[in-house]
């Protein structure tokens, strides 16, 4: 079954300290995104990667990282989180033709 | 970046058509059209996608005129489980286009009413 699988699902941190959000995709695609969703300003797009070692920012990139060393991961590292980053991220990949596959989202709560 | 400007909300009731229309009047050579649907704390679920013309499949219809500068998602006979947000995207995720960034819009909020 093609899945995205992202964890964790929910995670509450305090500000500064270090944390990690993994996403994987079984689906052999090239293309993956990370997005972040708020209340009122819809989905928008973090990073983005065409394929391994291609990285490129989004819209928001501003205190975040990211990685890609295989084609199918793609964690997105908080270095230094702060209560602005309090948000519901996705993680999705994708083909021209097939569209979008999102993953199930992680609730981060930074306190 | 082709940006895509839609309706913020739209209500309906059982057993109607819908029509949501996007624009997008900046969409390059290689961009694709996609819908999405999302429902409170999930992640968006594909819909359809098209470049040109007419796309059908077993839950929507897409129209797209020859301009390619809007589209039309149709919904035929919507159910109160269509209750969702729709969301337009333009996009090449081939990096053939220079918009590589996919960008969602606000979105649609459609209500549907028994």
């Known amino acids: 079954e093609a899945q995205v699988t992202q964890n964790p699902r929910y995670l509450i941190t305090v500000t500064g300290k270090k944390l990690t959000v993994t996403c994987s995709q079984n689906?052999?695609?090239?293309?993956m995104s990370w997005y972040r969703q708020d209340p009122g300003l819809g989905l928008r797009q973090i990073y983005y990667?065409?394929?391994?070692?291609?990285?490129d920012k989004g819209d928001v990139p501003e205190g975040y990282k990211v990685s890609r060393k295989e084609k199918r991961n793609f964690p997105l590292i908080l270095e230094s989180p702060s209560p602005n980053q309090t948000s519901l991220y996705f993680c999705?990949?994708?083909?021209?033709?097939?569209?979008?596959?999102f993953g199930s989202g992680t609730r981060l709560t930074v306190v | 970046l082709a940006k895509t400007t839609q309706p913020i909300s739209m209500d309906s009731y059982e057993g109607q058509e819908v029509n949501i229309t996007c624009s997008h009047n900046?969409?390059?050579?290689?961009?694709?059209i996609t819908w999405y649907q999302q429902f409170p704390s999930q992640g968006p679920r594909f819909i359809i996608q098209?470049?040109?013309t007419k796309v059908t499949n077993e839950v929507a219809s897409l129209f797209i005129p020859a301009d390619r500068k809007s589209s039309t998602l149709s919904l035929p006979r919507v159910s109160l489980s269509d209750t969702a947000v729709y969301y337009c995207?333009?996009?090449?995720?081939?990096?053939?286009?220079?918009?590589?960034?996919?960008?969602f819009g606000s979105g649609t909020r459609l209500s549907i009413r028994p």
């Open positions: 999705a990949t994708g083909r021209t033709g097939d569209g979008y596959t």
């Open positions: 689906m052999n695609h090239e293309y």
């Open positions: 990667s065409m394929n391994v070692e291609v990285t």
């Open positions: 900046n969409i390059a050579t290689n961009d694709y």
């Open positions: 098209g470049y040109k």
């Open positions: 995207l333009v996009g090449d995720m081939e990096g053939y286009s220079s918009a590589s960034k996919i960008i």
